[in-house]
């Protein structure tokens, strides 16, 4: 099935660990972005991509560094884990800037203890 | 930044009831999306619309850009249709999708 696929699901860890949430999209966008969603704060850009090779800072970068080695795939790490990182995490990918067509993976729910 | 404001922050609905959900943004935006996040987490994109009206199905919505805002109407709703609702802008010169914090739907039978 076409689509953004976001893995793992789910995931605990503890404070300090560090760990790599994967995002993977097959239809050929040139655009990929990492967002956090927390309650009552709707969706917030954590760091984006516009082509093979680049990325760039969103709203909330801080505690998360990206790589895109592939066009398809764009991924997120933390270096090192904090509970202010509970969050669930997007990726999103879309077609290009005149008309941004965006789909969304189903989410990564993360908790930091 | 530019700013994007929804209301009503909740609504409750009973099954078949119309709705109106509002977006307000603070500037000229070139790209306004309707998002909705069903209650498993999914988003689903349902309205590219930077401006003038569009329909599918029971929804609608309509952006009037020169006022900056933008209404999405659900008509005979469902309980299918419970979820949280987001309106997300995108100015040109950035590659930041916008959102605003969302209404939540809930639809009652």
């Known amino acids: 099935n076409a689509g953004v696929t976001q893995t793992p699901k789910f995931r605990v860890l503890k404070t300090g660990q560090s760990m790599t949430l994967l995002c993977a999209q097959d239809m050929n966008h040139e655009y990929m972005y990492w967002y956090r969603q927390d309650p009552g704060m709707g969706l917030r850009l954590i760091h984006y991509s516009v082509g093979e090779g680049t990325t760039a800072k969103g709203e909330v970068p801080d505690g998360y560094n990206v790589s895109r080695l592939k066009k398809q795939n764009f991924l997120l790490g933390l270096e090192s884990a904090a509970p202010s990182q509970t969050s669930v995490y997007f990726c999103?990918?879309?077609?290009?800037?005149?008309?941004?067509?965006?789909?969304f993976g189903s989410g990564t729910r993360l908790t930091v203890v | 930044g530019i700013q994007v404001e929804q209301s009503p922050p909740d609504l409750i609905l009973q099954e078949g009831a119309n709705s109106t959900l509002r977006c307000n943004f603070s500037?000229?935006?070139?790209?306004l999306q309707w998002f909705h996040q069903n209650p498993w987490g999914q988003l689903i994109n349902l309205f590219y619309?930077?401006?003038g009206t569009k329909q599918n199905g029971r929804l609608s919505a309509t952006t009037v850009a020169t006022e900056r805002y933008s209404l999405l109407y659900i008509s005979s709703s469902q309980t299918t249709d419970s979820g949280v609702y987001f309106c997300?802008?995108?100015?040109?010169?950035?590659?930041?999708?916008?959102f605003g914090k969302g209404t939540k739907l809930t639809v009652n039978p």
């Open positions: 999103a990918s879309s077609t290009d800037r005149a008309r941004p067509g965006y789909t």
């Open positions: 997300a802008v995108h100015k040109g010169g950035s590659e930041k999708l916008v």
């Open positions: 619309i930077p401006s």
């Open positions: 500037d000229s935006v070139n790209n």
